[in-house]
């Protein structure tokens, strides 16, 4: 990264942290329309995607992803000011009661958890809300290519909301670690897994995805909670978690239990995100192309 854009991008953090927070987020709402715009190629297949899973027609799958980018730009908002607005945390972010006891309750079994969410609102500003809670959190993640722009992030991530975390590319060990500890495993379960993943269908298309929480739920016996965060259409600030099962307690389509059959447990997996995306497909992160491993760069 060049000085000059290095320089643009901390005088960046520096006002968005300046601002009062319905000023900051309503500034990450224009910049992710303009993304829109700038991006206009990728917004195109960002819309056919929505209009292929989705079933919807075109003028409602534009208005889907105007409002992916939008909340895009108020999650890199968010995101940069984490900072700024931990103290706040409780506040922006609603942590039922019900959702405590749920994820208590599982970690009494003594087998460690896996809380399995995806690229919905604002994962990270949910984290820091359940670190906040006092369950210590480690994250799987996708190392970033630019090394600057990796050290901001991961700084925002371990010092703000003080979140550990976990190289998806040599981290296992760290995750078994943890795991055989009781702690807690977050993986993001929407992301296409290439070659490396199981073919299996994502609104009923054939998509690459990652198996690592069917195995370590083989190997650990660990329970999978389904964790979604949910932006507050009245009240943009605000976010809510929810937890309403364990995943792993249940069987998939045929009745076998979770993890005997690697397709039918990955099923149950992708039908919750399924089932997310349906009822807030605006929050979704259209630009993850979840299917480009299977159908290629065409759509």
């Given at each position: 990264m060049s000085g000059g854009i290095l320089a643009t991008l901390n005088f960046l953090v520096k006002f968005l942290r300046f601002l009062p927070h319905k000023y900051a987020l309503t500034f990450g709402r224009?910049?992710?329309?303009?993304?829109?715009?700038?991006?206009?190629?990728?917004?195109?297949?960002?819309?056919?995607?929505?209009?292929?899973?989705?079933?919807?027609?075109?003028?409602?799958?534009?208005?889907?992803?105007r409002g992916s980018f939008m909340n895009l730009g108020m999650s890199a908002v968010e995101f940069i000011r984490l900072p700024k607005i931990i103290s706040r945390i409780n506040e922006l972010v609603a942590f039922p009661e019900d959702s405590i006891n749920l994820l208590n309750s599982a970690l009494s079994r003594g087998k460690g958890v896996i809380l399995m969410t995806s690229h919905m609102a604002n994962w990270e500003l949910a984290a820091?809300?359940?670190?906040?809670?006092?369950?210590?959190?480690?994250?799987?993640?996708?190392?970033?290519?630019?090394?600057?722009?990796?050290?901001?992030?991961?700084?925002?991530r371990e010092n703000a909301s003080g979140m550990s975390m976990i190289d998806s590319n040599k981290g296992l060990r760290e995750i078994f670690r943890v795991l055989r500890a009781g702690g807690i495993v977050v993986i993001m379960q929407d992301l296409d897994a290439r070659k490396d993943g199981i073919i299996t269908d994502f609104f009923g298309i054939p998509a690459s995805t990652h198996d690592g929480i069917v195995k370590l739920y083989r190997k650990f016996h660990c329970p999978v909670i389904p964790v979604q965060c949910v932006r507050d259409k009245d009240n943009p600030s605000h976010h809510s978690m929810i937890m309403q099962c364990i995943l792993s307690d249940m069987k998939d389509a045929d009745g076998?239990?979770?993890?005997?059959?690697?397709?039918?447990?990955?099923?149950?997996?992708n039908k919750v995100i399924e089932g997310w995306i349906k009822e807030r497909p605006e929050l979704w992160l259209w630009l993850l192309d979840r299917w480009e491993y299977t159908l290629g760069k065409n759509i």
């Open positions: 224009i910049t992710g329309r303009l993304l829109r715009l700038i991006l206009w190629r990728k917004t195109d297949r960002c819309e056919a995607r929505c209009v292929m899973s989705l079933g919807v027609g075109v003028t409602v799958s534009r208005e889907i992803i820091a809300r359940v670190i906040h809670e006092g369950f210590p959190l480690h994250a799987v993640y996708t190392p970033q290519s630019d090394r600057t722009a990796e050290s901001i992030i991961m700084g925002i076998r239990a979770f993890g005997e059959d690697m397709q039918g447990s990955l099923r149950m997996c």
